[in-house]
RNA sequence: GGUCGGGUGGCCGAGAGGCGAGGCAAGGGACUGCAAAUCCCUCUACACGGGUUCAAAUCCCGUCCCGACCUCCA
């Protein structure tokens, strides 16, 4: 089987991934700042990475995955006073809204998941290192800044330089601290009614940046694997972590992964067009499973252009493979063991290539179906199996008890029994050429949401998917 | 202004010098009392203009169009 290769942002380039540690993966992903519904696009990015973390450890590694949850900045606190609740009580709120997001998706828990306002003292540990060695200052108003133009590198990731960048419009030169427009907050002073923490240089609150270089260092040390999110992260907040922990000392992220938009009309979801596209509304049209399926679909790194069409159609096709491992599972008279083929793992190895993925699921549901229609039981485990190996890396597994449907074994069995009575009715009155009674007998389980297909091992029911 | 990415068949979506990924849709066929499911076959493509090459969707130059980041953002 070849190496794993994967894209790194800040080479533009697919390269052979080496962990630091032999057998060993530390990824760090950032998370979302928790002060709103969770909308697709966030979710993608989780999806993503999950399909990372999950091939990671089919492929041997032991990983350890940390995923943040910013829960304090500018725009919480804003929305909590126009709420007029506590800033808190907004944070947990929607905390737990992407949690339950996550996990109806199948979205591996994280390792750990550490909130910022929990870290406010390795913030502060990393900012008196920062500011001892001369990196950062503190002007004496509260607020504490890196001093980027003192750095040996800046902008590595995006590619960009310093002078070309425009400064914030609004930045009053008379009134900032700052040294340089470009140098960026790592805390930044108390306001009157918002939290704040006391530290050496006065009370305050983490800027953006600050939190993710203190926890990636208390949880994965001062160098680790992979670190990932959106493309929107690259600049500034990504840069400036790199700016934060090399100017500390630390080795910081080997690679950097980041995720592309879902995009509408070819933009990307912003506040308005993104309350369309939240997580809960788009379970309304179809199931976890299948929306799973859908966002993982594409390659991380394209755009995937919502669209409603789209979004069926890619859950039809997903039934058509589901309905093929649920006949695999009948005639094998058990579930499926997960398998990967070497097609499938030749794919995930070129950049987790889920695309060309596809293609070879898509060749093991054709041979499989012709398994089927063989009755050649060997085919069909081969296939059903590699196909349920593949889902299991996507995170799409249909046996997968994340995703079991609220039926027991007990009233399917019951189920069972009474349909197979009517379908005993119905094969009589087909023995007899009575087609008006059969077909009302199957009309009659249609209505009941009961499909039922005549196959060469006789029929077969199953419970109509609504679409 | 700077940086980064993209434009592929009716639709979705890969590929990144040489056998037309794959799926959906469409048309034809097989199976079937019908239906469903399934299988087989067929079809349509690389934004535009130049260039390099034996060979270009892929490399180079130019043009047009779209998007992202430089302010919070998955």
Same mark, same amino acid.
């Given at each position: 089987?070849?190496?794993?290769?994967?894209?790194?942002?800040?080479?533009?380039?697919?390269?052979?991934?080496?962990?630091?540690?032999?057998?060993?993966?530390?990824?760090?992903?950032?998370?979302?700042?928790?002060?709103?519904?969770?909308?697709?696009?966030?979710?993608?990015?989780?999806?993503?990475?999950?399909?990372?973390?999950?091939?990671?450890?089919?492929?041997?590694?032991?990983?350890?995955?940390?995923?943040?949850?910013?829960?304090?900045?500018?725009?919480?606190?804003?929305?909590?006073?126009?709420?007029?609740?506590?800033?808190?009580?907004?944070?947990?709120?929607?905390?737990?809204?992407?949690?339950?997001?996550?996990?109806?998706?199948?979205?591996?828990?994280?390792?750990?998941?550490?909130?910022?306002?929990?870290?406010?003292?390795?913030?502060?540990?990393?900012?008196?290192?920062?500011?001892?060695?001369?990196?950062?200052?503190?002007?004496?108003?509260?607020?504490?800044?890196?001093?980027?133009?003192?750095?040996?590198?800046?902008?590595?990731?995006?590619?960009?330089?310093?002078?070309?960048?425009?400064?914030?419009?609004?930045?009053?030169?008379?009134?900032?601290?700052?040294?340089?427009?470009?140098?960026?907050?790592?805390?930044?002073?108390?306001?009157?009614?918002?939290?704040?923490?006391?530290?050496?240089?006065?009370?305050?609150?983490?800027?953006?940046?600050?939190?993710?270089?203190?926890?990636?260092?208390?949880?994965?040390?001062?160098?680790?694997?992979?670190?990932?999110?959106?493309?929107?992260?690259?600049?500034?907040?990504?840069?400036?972590?790199?700016?934060?922990?090399?100017?500390?000392?630390?080795?910081?992220?080997?690679?950097?992964?980041?995720?592309?938009?879902?995009?509408?009309?070819?933009?990307?979801?912003?506040?308005?067009?993104?309350?369309?596209?939240?997580?809960?509304?788009?379970?309304?049209?179809?199931?976890?499973?299948?929306?799973?399926?859908?966002?993982?679909?594409?390659?991380?790194?394209?755009?995937?252009?919502?669209?409603?069409?789209?979004?069926?159609?890619?859950?039809?096709?997903?039934?058509?493979?589901?309905?093929?491992?649920?006949?695999?599972?009948?005639?094998?008279?058990?579930?499926?063991?997960?398998?990967?083929?070497?097609?499938?793992?030749?794919?995930?190895?070129?950049?987790?290539?889920?695309?060309?993925?596809? *293609?070879?699921? &898509?060749?093991?549901?054709? #041979?499989?179906?012709? @398994? %089927? +229609?063989?009755? =050649?039981? /060997?085919?069909?485990?081969?296939?059903?199996?590699?196909?349920?190996?593949?889902?299991?890396?996507?995170?799409?597994?249909?046996?997968?008890?994340?995703?079991?449907?609220?039926?027991?074994?007990?009233?399917?069995?019951?189920?069972?029994?009474?349909?197979?009575?009517?379908?005993?009715?119905?094969?009589?009155?087909?023995?007899?050429?009575?087609?008006? *009674?059969?077909? &009302?007998?199957?009309?009659? #389980?249609?209505?009941? @949401? %009961? +499909?039922?297909? =005549?196959? /060469?091992?006789?029929?077969?029911?199953?419970?109509?998917?609504?679409?």
């Amino acid at each position: 089987m070849p190496a794993l290769n994967l894209y790194d942002t800040a080479t533009r380039s697919v390269s052979q991934f080496t962990p630091i540690k032999p057998g060993e993966v530390s990824i760090y992903v950032c998370g979302a700042t928790v002060q709103a519904s969770p909308h697709i696009g966030h979710v993608r990015s989780g999806i993503n990475f999950d399909i990372l973390r999950r091939w990671l450890i089919k492929s041997g590694y032991q990983v350890t995955f940390i995923r943040n949850v910013t829960d304090i900045d500018d725009k919480i606190l804003d929305k909590a006073s126009h709420e007029d609740v506590p800033w808190w009580v907004l944070t947990m709120k929607y905390e737990r809204e992407f949690s339950a997001a996550y996990a109806g998706l199948n979205v591996m828990p994280p390792t750990y998941e550490p909130r910022a306002t929990g870290h406010i003292t390795q913030m502060i540990e990393l900012m008196q290192i920062l500011i001892d060695n001369g990196s950062a200052y503190a002007p004496g108003n509260g607020d504490v800044y890196l001093e980027v133009r003192k750095l040996k590198r800046y902008l590595t990731l995006s590619g960009q330089r310093i002078d070309d960048l425009l400064t914030a419009a609004d930045l009053d030169a008379a009134t900032s601290q700052k040294r340089d427009p470009r140098d960026f907050a790592l805390w930044k002073a108390a306001k009157p009614g918002e939290p704040s923490w006391p530290t050496p240089w006065g009370a305050g609150r983490p800027g953006w940046h600050l939190e993710c270089s203190a926890m990636a260092h208390a949880y994965l040390g001062e160098r680790f694997d992979i670190h990932g999110g959106g493309l929107d992260l690259i600049f500034p907040h990504h840069e400036n972590e790199i700016a934060q922990s090399e100017a500390a000392g630390f080795g910081f992220a080997q690679r950097w992964m980041h995720n592309a938009w879902v995009t509408q009309s070819g933009e990307k979801m912003s506040k308005s067009l993104g309350n369309s596209l939240l997580v809960e509304k788009i379970l309304q049209r179809v199931r976890p499973i299948e929306l799973r399926w859908y966002l993982g679909c594409a390659h991380y790194r394209s755009m995937l252009e919502y669209s409603e069409q789209a979004l069926d159609e890619s859950a039809i096709a997903f039934r058509r493979i589901e309905g093929f491992l649920k006949r695999a599972a009948e005639l094998l008279g058990k579930t499926p063991e997960a398998l990967i083929s070497d097609a499938f793992a030749v794919a995930m190895n070129d950049d987790l290539a889920v695309p060309a993925g596809l *293609a070879t699921i &898509a060749e093991n549901l054709r #041979l499989g179906n012709q @398994g %089927i +229609t063989d009755a =050649d039981l /060997a085919a069909i485990s081969k296939n059903a199996s590699q196909i349920r190996g593949a889902l299991e890396i996507l995170g799409c597994d249909p046996f997968d008890s994340n995703f079991a449907g609220s039926t027991s074994d007990d009233l399917t069995q019951l189920m069972d029994g009474v349909i197979k009575l009517s379908l005993a009715e119905r094969a009589a009155a087909r023995d007899r050429k009575d087609f008006a *009674a059969s077909d &009302a007998i199957r009309d009659g #389980l249609a209505a009941l @949401g %009961i +499909t039922i297909e =005549d196959t /060469a091992q006789g029929p077969r029911w199953s419970i109509t998917e609504k679409s």
